[in-house]
């Protein structure tokens, strides 16, 4: 399997907090260790690494963990391999092109035996989640139109997401860079953080911080992944089949919980 | 303008001395300081490395100049903005998928006026360089077909190299991952360095390699640039209109030279 982050916020904010919590897990605290990959997009741009390594020893997630790069959305996924082998082509996230927007993708699960009907956009590696995506992206630019709104387009994505929900283990980041899609099959949670902010410890390496020095008081910051990072503070966990439509560090619209 | 820098390699291979050169001339021996970037293939996957800072004095810059990336095809572009603002989006090489494929490009030159019809892919940025490439993997995706010969893919893409070259500056590389394709209207050269090798010297920095000690008698490296990196090697010049298909550090097919 392999763990996944996102960060959605209202103001450019850098990962490296999370970061280096996460990729802890990749090889040290937890088995994720066959690649990892994050996307961190500034304006319709982005920035991306993707790395076949250990991301608990690699030194391109040094980089990461220890040069700042501030992102309003970022996805960010550490690979424990089933289907496919280990390689960069294998690597989450994986990036494509729609409607003049790249759109980011990162998947926790295994949807054994799921083939995807032919269409425009094709995996280029041999993952189960890259061939998702490709499909998703597939259906969108059939059944959907760029001006559709968000409501469209997300009434879309979760009718998507149940068909893949009921195949298998599907715990999905999607983004556009305008909003982030999260889904849950079996594991997800979240939390926001807003003033007063106060500190935080990562339960993966022996690392605090105190956001109230890096942040200012209208920042609105959101960190979703699949097993909550820090000790000392509440997630909010997600029930199976709930999804959450993040922007700008707040849940724009949400639907699938059984309460 | 900007510059252009790519590597055809038989062995993975890393771009740190030609790297290192280029990036001089972002913003120190050169002007060309809005922005850079660079996609190296490994395997069918991609690694790649943009940044809307000057490359001369870019920290990540930094890591890619010393961290042996290995690649057998590799693409770099480092901007001095005409068309489109300077910002990630607007950074080269870009990259989409095509045939379960990850196709690059960088360009340099300039087409005023170029307006591409519209087509499946579309560009994120607001430059002429990326609305050229759509514009090709548009062409690519109408006009031919996934199974198609090297030799009908490549006349496809002189014939529309052609087309653009009589709009304007249209210095090019392009790639799939297999082979990379150059074209020069005004500005390209290569040199190949196979056994017996030697010393080389950078033109914009006071750094000298010894190719012997980096290689095994059987490599064969080639670079294609803009402007040569070295002082004391010998350049083989592309004239204008002439285009050159590389594969593995050779040149397997080439034309438009008028002698």
Redesign the interface.
Known sequence: MCELLAMSANTPTDLCFSFTGLTRRGGETGPHKDGWGVAFY???????????DASASS??AE?VQT?PIKSEVALCHIRQANVGEI?????HPF???L????WVCAHNGQLTGFRAPEG??????STDSEALFCDMLNHLRSHCHRDDSLEQMVERLVKLSSHYASQGVFNLLLSNGDWLFTYCTTKMASITRRAPFGPARLKDTDVTIDFEAETTPNDVVSVIVTEPLTTDEKWDIYQPGEWRLWRQGEVVMKGGAEN
Chains 1, 2 share one sequence.
């Open positions: 500034e304006g319709k741009g982005i920035r991306c690494f993707h790395d076949s030194r391109l980089v040069h390689c960069l082509a294998n690597t990036i494509r092109e409607w003049g927007r790249y425009f956009y094709e995996p280029v590696g």
